[in-house]
T-cell receptor, first 112, second 113 residues
């Protein structure tokens, strides 16, 4: 079993919908949680970065971390066609922050 | 400013050959990371550096893989005696520090025939 599990989708939603993306993990040492967006044939780009449990909001994006359940989420409000991409969660331990463990990504399509 | 650059962008080699993949980080970034990404999967951690020091190489699959960053800037990932299973996208990233955002390069697509 992988340390980080992510539903691959694909997920298809109409424009304007609220999107929920999730990851579960098994390593209780993880303290830093990231969400990346990756467009086709491009490298990942960081969307959200959260330390420990709680919520963080940035524009249309909200990241949630529940360490007790080992579960993290990314919500996208008012989704746009330009949000169509693969979303990757990643996490690292406080004692080795340079080593990030990624999920395999969820492919999202937002239809106009 | 310039982002992370990697060269070559594409590399086709025959099984058994050695290959060297180069990463030029963003100027001033002290941390540099190597990942391997198979199609349809997330990046898989290989190794990372702080300045010239290799901090963690636990993700290198076996002793055919090595990486160096001798002057704390450019890094080279070397794969000796390549095998077909080494075929993948190899991505490099850099950051100002360990707790800062990682910026990814465009990757090197390695194909081993």
């Amino acid at each position: 079993q992988k340390e980080v599990e992510q539903d691959p989708g694909p997920l298809s939603v109409p424009e304007g919908a609220i999107v929920s993306l999730n990851c579960t993990y098994s390593n209780s040492a993880f303290q830093y949680f990231m969400w990346y967006r990756q467009y086709s044939r491009k490298g990942p780009e960081l969307l959200m970065y959260t330390y420990s449990s709680g919520n963080k909001e940035d524009g249309r994006f909200t990241a949630q971390v529940d360490k007790s359940s080992k579960y993290i989420s990314l919500f996208i409000r008012d989704s746009q066609p330009s949000d169509s991409a693969t979303y990757l969660c990643a996490m690292s331990a406080g004692t080795n922050a340079g080593k990030s463990t990624f999920g395999d990504g969820t492919t999202l399509t937002v239809k106009p | 400013g310039a982002g992370v650059s990697q060269s070559p962008r594409y590399k086709v080699t025959k099984r058994g050959q050695d290959v060297a993949l180069r990463c030029d980080p963003i100027s001033g970034h002290v941390s540099l990371y190597w990942y391997r990404q198979a199609l349809g999967q997330g990046p898989e951690f290989l190794t990372y550096f702080n300045y010239e020091a290799q901090q963690d190489k636990s993700g290198l699959p076996n002793d055919r893989f090595s990486a160096e960053r001798p002057e704390g800037s450019i890094s080279t990932l070397t794969i000796q005696r390549t095998e077909q299973r080494d075929s993948a996208m190899y991505r490099c990233a850099s950051s100002q520090g360990l707790f800062n955002e990682q910026f990814f390069g465009p990757g090197t697509r390695l194909t081993v025939l």
